[in-house]
């Protein structure tokens, strides 16, 4: 058998097994949208995420459900209706395969930022205790509060007159779990 003829035989099955089309594309979502999280009370709520490009996307939250295609890039998009604050409830992404997510409360979203360096407690750090944080904390009314924490990630360096520290980037916003406590570090009161 001519040369040519075999290189046609053995780069056809290659192309095919490395066409990007052979396999099935599952739905995605960024991590932003995940369990435990709060979603804005009274607004309307966007889910959106990534699929194979026409995929039908279906979205179920709280008796409501809204359907999408993945555009020609996998691209979606879904607004479902405003809801008034409550929960704990259930978000659902069904497509070729499903995710389901818990948890999911829908209250006041806020943002605050600042440095590395100034988060703090309420009960203060040891041996800097706040003055009467103990009667604030026991007689704390507002038991659906909240506290969300942004991770941090050491994956780019940043460097100052102290030397090289992690850099910190916002990976996801979510609703710390109720039974998490962290604990202060050295580097809380550096």
Request: proline share 11%; hydrophobic share 35%; glycine share 8%.
């Given at each position: ?147 969300f924490d942004c991770s941090t990630s050491p994956t ?35």
């Amino acid at each position: 058998m001519p040369i040519h003829i075999t290189l046609r035989i053995l780069a056809l099955p290659l192309l095919l097994a490395c066409h990007p089309s052979n396999g099935k594309c599952e739905v995605r979502l960024p991590g932003i949208l995940s369990s435990h999280m709060v979603l804005q009370r009274d607004r309307p709520i966007h889910i959106w995420g990534w699929s194979d490009p026409g995929e039908k996307v279906a979205v179920a939250f709280h008796g409501t459900s809204r359907d999408t295609l993945g555009d020609r890039l996998g691209n979606w998009s879904v607004f479902l209706p405003p809801e008034a604050a409550g929960g704990p409830y259930q978000l659902t992404v069904t497509s070729s395969n499903k995710i389901v997510l818990d948890d999911v409360l829908i209250g006041d979203v806020w943002f605050a930022s600042g440095q590395p360096n100034m988060e703090m407690p309420l009960k203060g750090f040891p041996g800097a205790p706040l003055k009467d944080s103990a009667e604030e904390i026991a007689h704390a009314g507002q038991p659906a509060s909240l506290r969300f924490d942004c991770s941090t990630s050491p994956t780019r360096p940043r460097t100052s007159r102290f030397g090289t520290a992690p850099h910190p980037g916002l990976h996801a916003l979510r609703r710390r779990p109720p039974t998490s406590r962290r604990r202060p570090t050295s580097s809380d009161v550096s």
